[in-house]
């Protein structure tokens, strides 16, 4: 389950991926370098004994934007990088 914590307003938000599913870390990556807290998405892995998606999430309701079936299963402690593309 992940869970985000509003220290202000001291709530917790929660997503459930599913009996049985294990997440990675998830990491956020901001829609602008001056937005908000929680303008743009949360990228990290979702594994069963099977299978691996890399899940997309709006950071500020948590909801999908995207998934992406992977072909292989990502072993657990696996860590990336988001990095600007050069223009």
Known sequence: MLLKH???A???ATRSFGSGKELGEFVF???????GEDVGVLMGYV?????SELAIL???TLETMASIRLPHRVPS?????WVP???
């Open 6 to 8: 509003d220290l202000v």
């Open 10 to 12: 001291g709530s917790t």
């Open 29 to 35: 990556q901001p829609s602008a370098a001056d937005s």
């Open 47 to 51: 594994r069963d004994a099977d299978h």
């Open 58 to 60: 709006d950071a500020e």
């Open 77 to 81: 402690g696996f860590h990336g990088n």
């Open 85 to 87: 593309t050069a223009t």
